[in-house]
């Protein structure tokens, strides 16, 4: 166990040159995008990482919440500076509250600093709750959306898809989507689903 562990930590800092701790080798890299051919980020899940140099060296710009779990669950950059992070967060005082705990946190300047937003969302199969996938992107500074999946059967992809028309400072719920899953927009009005 210790040394598949290690060889882990190892391919991770060979792919993208992060130096990883034990319990991130634990975690392997869920999502990632460079920007340009050197600027970049990566997401293991639980930590937000940032790269100005082709991924010889990594910082940590994981925006912080006020509860005592999160996780990154999403990440959208537009371009080297401007980008937004979707969390999912519970502070294990209810297990209905902790199910619809999610943030959003915006940075205009590379994740040095994160301005955060609790959007309301209701979860309308409570029985089932969210499995915790979700789906986040931006067509422009001010048009996003994100889709948060239902936990369902394996056959089954239903979910809840909020859009936000001011940057992610507030959020509205929109139709259900036919299929919860990733998504494409273009511009403020046109874009694709997949799944």
């Given at each position: 166990?210790?040394?598949?562990?290690?060889?882990?930590?190892?391919?991770?800092?060979?792919l993208i040159g992060v130096p990883v701790s034990a319990q991130q080798m634990a975690s392997p890299i869920q999502s990632m995008k460079l920007l340009t051919a050197d600027v970049?980020?990566?997401?293991n899940?639980?930590?937000?990482?940032?790269?100005?140099?082709?991924g010889k060296h990594w910082k940590d710009i994981t925006p912080k919440l006020a509860h005592k779990w999160q996780a990154v669950s999403s990440v959208s950059f537009l371009d080297t500076s401007t980008g937004w992070a979707l969390l999912n967060?519970?502070?294990?005082?209810?297990?209905?509250m902790d199910d619809t705990c999610f943030e959003v946190a915006a940075t205009t300047d590379a994740g040095a600093n994160w301005s955060v937003v609790h959007p309301k969302v209701v979860d309308p199969d409570p029985e089932?709750?969210?499995s915790g996938r979700t789906y986040l992107g931006f067509a422009d500074q001010t048009h996003g959306w994100m889709v948060l999946q239902i936990n369902k059967s394996?056959?089954?992809?239903?979910?809840?898809?909020?859009r936000t028309e001011d940057g992610g400072k507030t959020w509205i719920r929109l139709p259900a989507p036919p299929i919860a899953d990733h998504f494409y927009f273009v511009t403020a009005?046109?874009?694709?689903?997949a799944g």
């Open positions: 166990m210790r040394q598949s562990s290690l060889i882990l930590g190892l391919l991770a800092v060979f970049g980020w990566a997401s899940g639980q930590t937000l990482f940032w790269t100005t140099d082709g967060c519970a502070d294990r005082h209810s297990e209905k089932s709750g969210f394996v056959g089954l992809s239903s979910g809840v898809m909020l009005k046109d874009g694709w689903l």
